[in-house]
């Protein structure tokens, strides 16, 4: 598990390795637990309040080729 960014000194957004399909990355911090798709750049699961998911979302769209780089050597 790797964390990719960290933000409001309580939240982080991590890839996984050897995760499930389709390719995501989780949004954790606190009580909040977040599956964020890196296709569609979407929540898939989970609830967070909506300016931490504005702000994980805005963070994933501008990685978002790198992630996906990153799920393809993570993700066998």
Known sequence: ???QYRFRDKYR???R???HPPPHVHLIGGRVEVMLSLETVEVTTGKAPPLIIKDA???V???QAR?????KRCYP
Not at 67 to 71: A, G, H
């Open 13 to 15: 957004i991590q890839l």
């Open 1 to 3: 598990m790797t964390t």
């Open 57 to 59: 979302l805005a963070w």
């Open 61 to 63: 769209a501008a990685h």
């Open 17 to 19: 390795e050897k995760d």
């Open 67 to 71: 992630l996906r780089e990153d799920w």
